[in-house]
């Protein structure tokens, strides 16, 4: 997909580290929505909180995913950051939500967003399609 250019960043990120980080929680949520394996959100809220507030390169996941594609040789494909990041934003609220609602026992709630956020990361994960991306070019700038 080819996101519309955010006007206040002209950062770049990886678009396969991305989209493999999309992969990965969305089997996270797979296993949390689909099997006994709960403490799994856990862990994926705890990466999205460090990714977002104190930076990408401290994420346990993204570290393994950069040395993956280093080892892999696969060559990046960047593209503007604003997107991705307001969709990492998207993500982190999400999943610390489920989180949260799963720990003071609100399965429903919990399960609910667990399936929003299967079916908009399983969209990037599996067709690229990134729903929060596309949200994003229709906010205004003061938004971003």
């Known amino acids: 997909m080819n996101e519309k250019s955010c006007p206040i960043s ?3 990120v990886n678009t396969k580290l991305t989209r493999t980080y999309s992969f990965i929680t969305f089997l ?3 296993f949390y929505l ?3 394996f709960k403490e799994v959100i856990y862990i994926s809220a705890l990466d999205f909180i460090i990714r977002v507030f104190i930076g990408v390169k401290y994420s346990p996941i993204c570290f393994l995913i950069r040395e993956g594609l280093k080892i892999g040789n696969i060559p990046p494909q960047m593209v ?3 997107p991705k990041k307001f969709a990492a ?3 982190l609220i999400i999943t610390v939500l489920m989180a ?3 720990l003071a026992g609100l399965t429903y709630t ?6 929003v956020s299967f079916t908009a990361i399983g969209a990037e994960a599996i067709f690229g399609f990134c729903v929060a991306c596309y949200i994003h070019s229709y906010l205004p700038s003061s938004w971003k």
Do not use: E, Y
């Open 10 to 12: 002209t950062d770049l």
């Open 89 to 91: 934003k998207i993500g």
């Open 34 to 36: 689909f099997t006994p």
């Open 110 to 115: 919990s399960l609910i967003l667990g399936v």
């Open 100 to 102: 949260i609602s799963a």
């Open 28 to 30: 996270a949520i797979s």
């Open 80 to 82: 503007n950051s604003g």
